[in-house]
């Protein structure tokens, strides 16, 4: 396989491993009440119908952050590029998936209105974890 090929399926993987970890973000400030005392209404459950799509998407998104590191000299600054990258999926949610594909209304705000800090602040913290499985998986010379 040649090098392009490992850094798409590397990145891939962190990007699922990033959403895993955002998976179980979003579930404990759920479980915690944090969004509750936000006035968000955003406390799914973690069931495998719940979290088998966002683990996918979480994969898919990670396809993006490939093209901000695939090329040798551009393997710098990895969770500096996930954060970067993170904003595409919160653009995505919030400007698609809740006006469109859902009864959320713009921005999700009938879940709250502090509902596009909270889709903020969880895709950062796939963009974290992305860079860092990313830089992890890859190692100092890849």
């Given at each position: 396989m040649n090098r392009?090929?490992?850094?798409?399926?590397?990145?891939?993987?962190?990007?699922?491993?990033?959403?895993?970890?955002?998976?179980c973000f979003v579930w404990l400030a759920g479980l915690w009440g944090l969004t509750e005392m936000a006035g968000v209404n955003m406390a799914p459950g973690m069931t495998l119908t719940w979290l088998y799509p966002r683990l996918v998407w979480g994969g898919l998104w990670g396809l993006a952050y490939f093209f901000t590191v695939r090329t040798q000299r551009?393997?710098?600054?990895?969770?500096?590029?996930?954060?970067?990258?993170?904003?595409?999926?919160?653009?995505?949610q919030l400007g698609i998936?809740?006006?469109?594909?859902?009864?959320?209304?713009?921005?999700?705000?009938?879940?709250?209105?502090a509902t596009p800090l909270f889709v903020l602040v969880f895709?950062?913290?796939?963009?974290?974890?992305?860079?860092?499985?990313?830089?992890?998986?890859?190692?100092?010379r890849s």
């Open positions: 392009s090929s490992v850094m798409l399926s590397v990145c891939f993987c962190a990007g699922l491993l990033g959403a895993l970890v955002n998976s551009a393997r710098r600054g990895w969770v500096r590029k996930g954060l970067w990258v993170s904003l595409l999926p919160t653009a995505f998936v809740f006006p469109y594909l859902t009864p959320h209304d713009w921005l999700g705000l009938k879940l709250g209105h895709n950062f913290v796939w963009g974290l974890f992305t860079g860092v499985f990313c830089r992890l998986i890859c190692g100092r």
